[in-house]
């Protein structure tokens, strides 16, 4: 009986780890045709970045994370990702 709920419990687990990677992508699909409109129509940028350049600018990356994720939102992976492409972006 209990390797029964054991191995339900695993195919439960891997069934939802599958759900949240297509998530994961259907995300990525969804920020990168945002990004696209974003460029096609002028929207101007967040005005957070500004900010966050100036603190990469002067070598406080760590904490151009840590303002990304409390002023967006962001998970510390995406702060860092989001820190890391307006490195890319401006150099």
Same mark, same amino acid.
């Given at each position: ?5 054991? @191995?339900? @419990?695993?195919?439960? *687990?891997? @069934?939802?780890?599958?759900? *949240?990677?297509r998530l994961e992508g259907r995300m990525k699909y969804m920020q990168y #045709?945002?990004?696209?409109? /974003?460029n096609q129509s002028e929207i101007p940028e967040k005005p957070i970045n +500004? ?5 990469? %600018?002067? =070598?406080?990356? *760590? %904490? /151009? *994370?840590? %303002? /990304?994720?409390? #002023?967006? =939102?962001? #998970?510390?992976?995406? =702060? %860092?990702?989001?820190? +890391? ?5 401006? @150099?």
């Amino acid at each position: 009986m209990e390797y029964i709920l054991i @191995s339900m @419990s695993i195919l439960i *687990v891997i @069934s939802l780890l599958i759900k *949240v990677e297509r998530l994961e992508g259907r995300m990525k699909y969804m920020q990168y #045709t945002l990004d696209q409109l /974003a460029n096609q129509s002028e929207i101007p940028e967040k005005p957070i970045n +500004d900010e966050l350049r100036k603190l990469i %600018k002067d =070598g406080k990356e *760590v %904490k /151009a *994370v840590k %303002k /990304a994720r409390e #002023t967006l =939102g962001l #998970t510390l992976l995406e =702060g %860092k990702k989001y820190i +890391d492409r307006l490195k890319f972006y401006d @150099s």
